[in-house]
């Protein structure tokens, strides 16, 4: 196939001899046996110019696809062997940035010495960007577009506030007793009909959970849609605050944040590592895609939670 197409696109059997180092007799010997073993002509040979038939036309377009195919194919096999290396783009959400990626980017240093990593956390990411080779993407909604993405984990939204809060102002045993506490919340707009908790773990069987809708108090302490600053907000004692898991991981391993109504949850994040469409990745884009499979487990459930000891509680459990 290499032969035939390289003598199409040289325009003779003698050039394409040249180009690929070999002798005229071998390169029309080589087309002949093609042609033979096909059972089909695929050139109209003269003294002066060669021609395809029809179907050599449409053999020519097939064979490019196929060598295509077997360059990447072995492309993808070598690089395998070599140790990645270059430069990495990453785009992400700033929350994912700060709480999960930056500590865990020392042990992927220290297995890949010589790739970079450039991460860029303008703010909210709805979708994959080209210009990077992974989009982090940590969306409640299921995923669509014209791009490859692996799941890496599922974040459950939870209440929390530090101890010294709640031993001052007592622990909520219902998502009601909210009325009574100082919350850290959206703004009232962005809420519309309230904040809806659903009782049991992600997966529970259907009708045994239970789900209430509370309206935040417009006196509430802070309102904004910045995680961190509720996430610091909650850590200095101002109030309790709904969190993605995988912001108040350490916090709570840390026994700085208490997860507030263990038995309730606000929604779940899916976070997906998401790559443009291409038939072969770059070493380095599969080295960090690997490792953040790795670390986060690459399921549908939360390891952020499990790590701190608190998942959700079974509805049929008692919060303590």
């Not at 040289?10 to 059972?39: C, I, Q």
């Not at 395998?80 to 994912?96: E, F, I, Q, Y």
Request: aromatic content about 6%.
């Amino acid at each position: 196939m290499r032969v035939f197409v390289r003598v199409i696109d040289e325009g003779g059997f003698a050039k394409a001899a040249r180009a690929l180092d070999m002798a005229p007799p071998v390169v029309t010997r080589v087309v002949a046996e093609l042609e033979s073993h096909l059972g089909a002509r695929l050139l109209n040979r003269t003294t002066r110019r060669i021609a395809l038939t029809d179907i050599g036309e449409s053999y020519l377009e097939r064979a490019r696809a196929i060598l295509i195919d077997v360059e990447e194919a072995q492309a993808l096999a070598s690089e395998s062997t070599k140790d990645p290396r270059g430069h990495l783009r990453v785009l992400a959400p700033p929350a994912v940035s700060v709480h999960q990626l930056a500590k865990h980017l020392p042990r992927f240093r220290a297995a890949y010495p010589q790739l970079s990593v450039e991460i860029v956390a303008p703010g909210s990411v709805e979708t994959v960007d080209e210009d990077f080779d992974i989009t982090l993407l940590a969306l409640r909604n299921p995923i669509d577009g014209d791009f490859v993405a692996r799941r890496l984990a599922t974040s459950e939204v939870v209440m929390c506030a530090s101890p010294e809060y709640l031993d001052r102002r007592g622990r909520p045993v219902h998502p009601r007793d909210l009325a009574h506490h100082e919350t850290l919340v959206p703004p009232i707009s962005a809420l519309q009909r309230g904040l809806t908790f659903f009782s049991g773990p992600i997966g529970g069987k259907a009708g045994d959970g239970e789900s209430t809708t509370v309206v935040p108090a417009r006196g509430a302490a802070l309102q904004t849609t910045h995680i961190d600053t509720n996430y610091a907000a909650a850590l200095a004692g101002l109030g309790i605050a709904g969190l993605p898991s995988f912001v108040v991981e350490d916090a709570l391993i840390e026994s700085a944040l208490e997860r507030v109504l263990p038995g309730w949850r606000l929604f779940s994040l899916t976070l997906w590592a998401a790559m443009p469409s291409r038939k072969h990745l770059p070493a380095r884009t599969r080295a960090f895609l690997d490792f953040l499979v790795e670390i986060f487990g690459g399921e549908d459930r939360d390891p952020w939670l499990a790590a701190a000891g608190c998942v959700t509680l079974p509805t049929t459990a008692k919060p303590a």
